[in-house]
C-alpha cells in the first residue's frame, strides 16, 4: 500500500521545500543574517543541500496517511497532469472539489458526482417526458395521416403529399411537441457517460492517490479492474432493470419490445468486454443506473407527473400500439411495397416497348 503512494512524492517535496525554506528557524541556523556578501555566495551550495536533505527527510518520515492528506489539496490534479480544458478535465476538476472539500472516501466521491451530474440533467429529462407524453396523446392523429401520406406518396400524388406534410407539422406545432426533441436524450447522455468513463480512467492510470486503497467491500483497489468480475455482473443486472422498469424519456412505440429484446442480448455480451475497466467506471455505472430506475419509478407516478407539468397518457402505451406493426413488420411491408413498384414499373416498361415496336412496324409497311 506504501509504494502505491509514493505516486505524489514530487508535489510533497515542492510543498516541503517551500515550508522549510521559508521557515525563521532553518534560516537563523544557516546563518543568513550575519553572512558577508562573499560568505553567501560560499554557503549556497550548503543551503541547497540542507533544503534537498530536508526534504528527502520529510518524505521517508512522513507516514503514509500524511502523504495522501498532502496530495489531498486543491491543484494537486493540475499537478499530476489532469484537470485540462475539456469536459473530462471538467469532471476530474469535479472529483477533485468534492474529494478535498468533503473528505469522503474515492468511491463515495465518484458516487456523489454521479447524482450531482445526474440531478443536473433532471430539467432536461422532465422536458422529454413532457413532449413525448404529448406526442403519445396525439398519436393516433399522426398514424391516421402518416398512413394518408403514404398512400400519397405511393400513388405519386405531390398535391396531396404536400398537404399531409403540412397538417403533420401543424399537428405538432399546436400541441408543441415534435420527434426530433426527444432525441435530446441521447445527445446529452452518451457525451456525459463517455466523459465519466475518461475522467475515471486517466484518475486510475496515474493513479491517483487513495483510489488503490479507497474502495468498499471487495473492490478496494478503484485503479484497478473487479478481481472477481462482480461490478461487470451487476452493473449489466443495473441496465437490465432499467429496461425492463421503462425508457427514462417516457416514450414507447410498437418497436420498442423488439428493441428491448436486442439490447437484453447487448447487455450479458457486454459484460466480458467490460471487465478490464477500472473498478471505479462501475462505481459510476452502477450509481447511475441505480438513479434511472428511481427517476423512471418516481416520473410514472401521477402526483409527481401533476408537480412538473406532464400531461397524463389519455391511453395506456399498450393501447396506443395495439394495431400499430413494430419494425420488422413495416421492414417487410416497404420491401413488398417496394417490389410491388418494382414490377408495376417493369411492366409499364414492356407495354412501352411493346407499343413502340407496333407503331415501327406500322411505319414500315
Known sequence: MASTRVQPLGVVAKRASTRMLGNSVLLNHIGVRHLSTEETVTETPKVMDSANEIIQQAAQTSSPDALVQAAAQMGDFKALGLCNMTPVGGLEAMFEYIHVTSGLPWWSTI????????????????KIQRNNAKLMNINPDVNRIMENLKSAQAQGDSLATGKYT??????FKKNDCHPMKSMGLPLIQMP?????????????????PG?????????QNLAEKDPYYILPVVSAAGVMAVLEAGTEAGASNPQSKGMKNVFRGLTLVMIPFTAWMPSGVFVYWVTSNFFSIGQILALKNPAVRSVFNIPKLLK???????????????????QKHHDKLEKERAIRERQQASAAARRAAKRRF
Do not use: C
Open 192 to 208: 456525459v457517460m463517455i466523459s465519466f468513463f475518461m475522467a475515471i480512467r486517466s484518475m486510475a492510470e496515474v493513479p491517483v
Open 166 to 171: 403540412q397538417e403533420i407539422q401543424s399537428l
Open 111 to 126: 458516487a456523489l458526482a454521479t447524482i450531482a451530474v445526474r440531478v443536473a440533467l433532471l430539467p432536461l429529462m422532465i
Open 316 to 334: 395506456k402505451p399498450e393501447e396506443l400500439h395495439k394495431n400499430t406493426k413494430g419494425f420488422m413488420e413495416n421492414f417487410k411491408d416497404q
Open 211 to 219: 483510489l488503490s486503497d479507497e474502495g468498499i467491500l471487495w473492490f
